[in-house]
């Protein structure tokens, strides 16, 4: 499926955040993550499911003011 | 000395770490600021993992960090932005932005009240960007903030203090409140006045990451802090408008 990734079409094989974020080689970063807007815990990324043109959000620790 | 929810620096300068030349010289900032905690954010992470070897650098400082929320334009984004910073940063400090005008980076205070009391009440211990506006400050309390963080003058500007006559208002009206200027400091003077006012902390960035030297500016603003802190603590004269002898007017020799 089609997924809309940190703002750009991504297809991914996987069908849970936690695989997407494995697949697309964000696993064993530290990154948090949200789905559609909404905060997803690192603990419930196996268990969230994926559907087509879902909005994933994968953000790290950056410089800020 | 004061107490960020439970927190008492020794110093108490809140260092921004965005836009200095290289990671190195942010280091050599941090440490001759003495800050005691820095400032950071969440962006979009790249594939090549830029967010990761940032994150090693700001532990090795071995410094507290202070999450913002910079960019966040309605409630729902700041909140989600907060949850997301405190499972990265494993932190429930949250500075909490929520920009209402972009050419002057003004809070839109209105959801900044509604944005507190979501995360007040979800555990956070939220830091509020806000402006000297005295209701909204009893707002942000109302909502369980503990600290208030009026801005100096618009993020980046280096317009120093304002509203010196609302920031000293804004100190009156709440004396026990943790107060810290943030956003606007332009110069270790703009930091040494409003510690002179009985500010508690300044928050700043752009003044100390873009000058020649970042790591002797930091310095500068160190000893400027501790300075207006010591003298606040010293209890200032009142400005007066004329002139008043220092030099003893009795016993002066009569020359005329």
Not at chain 2, 7 to 30: C, R
Not at chain 2, 91 to 107: A, F, M, Q, Y
Not at chain 2, 149 to 164: D, V
Not at chain 2, 212 to 235: H, K, N, S, V
């Amino acid at each position: 499926m089609t997924l809309l990734l940190n703002g750009a079409p991504q297809d991914v094989a996987a069908k849970t955040l936690a695989d997407a974020l494995a697949e697309l080689g964000f696993g064993g970063r530290i990154v948090a993550t949200a789905v559609n807007g909404d905060f997803v815990p690192a603990r419930k990324r196996a268990e969230t499911a994926l559907s087509e043109g879902d909005r994933i959000e994968i953000v790290a620790p950056m410089q800020g003011g | 000395m004061a107490s960020f929810y439970g927190f008492e620096p020794d110093n108490p300068l809140f260092l921004g770490t965005a836009q200095y030349p290289s990671p190195a010289i942010l280091a050599e900032a941090v440490k001759r600021s003495g800050a005691e905690v820095v400032t950071v954010s969440l962006r979009r992470e790249s594939s090549g993992g830029a967010g990761q070897a940032f994150w090693a650098l700001i532990r090795e400082l071995g410094v507290k960090v202070l999450p913002n929320t910079a960019g966040c334009h309605t409630v729902k984004e700041a909140v989600t932005t907060a949850q997301m910073a405190r499972e990265v940063f494993g932190t429930d400090w949250i500075k909490l932005e929520v920009i209402g005008e972009d050419d002057t980076l003004r809070p839109d205070v209105i959801a900044l009240v509604e944005a507190a009391r979501i995360l007040t009440d979800d555990g956070f211990k939220v830091f509020p960007y806000t402006t000297e506006d005295l209701v909204v400050g009893g707002r942000l309390l109302d909502a369980g903030c503990e600290v208030l963080m009026p801005w100096g003058a618009p993020i980046g500007s280096g317009r120093g203090l304002n509203n010196p006559y609302g920031l000293r208002s804004m100190r009156q009206h709440f004396p026990d409140v943790p107060l810290v200027v943030d956003a606007g400091i332009g110069l270790p003077s703009h930091a040494a006045q409003a510690m002179e006012m009985g500010y508690d902390g300044i928050l700043l960035n752009t003044a100390v990451a873009k000058a020649g030297d970042p790591a002797a500016m930091a310095e500068a603003f160190a000893l400027a802090i501790r300075a207006g802190r010591q003298a606040f603590a010293a209890q200032p004269i009142e400005a007066r408008d004329m002139a008043a002898p220092s030099t003893p007017v009795m016993g002066k020799a009569f020359l005329a």
